[in-house]
């Protein structure tokens, strides 16, 4: 992957969205749904860019939801924000999932917005639903907004692989009539 840096110039904190402003936009060609982190782990991903300034949608947004992994199985789910900082929700999680209190979360690379591999959060609480298929879980995000200055923005290098011919070739200055 590639990083580029960016500081924190605002946070906008309501009961209806979480984002944060970074001071780095367009003309560093940022782009839409680029994911963001910090040195502890995920934040969010772009929502809106401008030319010197990018909103980030944080992943405890009530309107996030990030592809995860729980690091010690492989199991996958979803991860979503619930509006309380730190705080993201679990809520597809069938009662026999082999999950436990402390596993870490990472992200799954599924979806192709966040490079697979990065923490994301700690399961914190885990308890059955009554009358319900699903476990009530929540996790504690590693990355903290509130002690978040630095931001990193990462792009995934996803190029395809090339085609081989069949017959390995010698690099263009080891050929003979190269000049």
Do not use: C
């Amino acid at each position: 992957e590639q990083f580029i840096s960016a500081s924190l110039i605002k946070v906008n904190q309501n009961p209806n969205t979480t984002n944060i402003i970074i001071d780095k936009g367009s003309r560093f060609n940022l782009y839409k749904g680029q994911a963001a982190l910090n040195e502890d782990g995920i934040l969010g991903q772009i929502i809106n860019v401008h030319p010197l300034t990018s909103s980030i949608m944080l992943v405890t947004d009530p309107n996030h939801a990030i592809p995860i992994e729980i690091n010690r199985t492989g199991l996958r789910t979803i991860a979503s924000g619930n509006g309380i900082q730190n705080t993201l929700m679990l809520p597809y999680l069938p009662h026999n999932a082999d999950i436990k209190i402390g596993d870490l979360l990472i992200t799954s690379g599924l979806g192709g917005v966040f490079p697979k591999g990065y923490p994301v959060a700690i399961v914190t609480k885990l308890s059955p639903i009554q009358g319900e298929a699903f476990l009530h879980a929540e996790a504690q995000t590693m990355a903290k907004i509130e002690s978040t200055r630095d931001i990193l923005l990462v792009w995934s290098k996803q190029q395809p692989i090339p085609i081989l011919s069949g017959e390995p070739s010698e690099p263009e200055h080891l050929t003979p009539n190269a000049r």
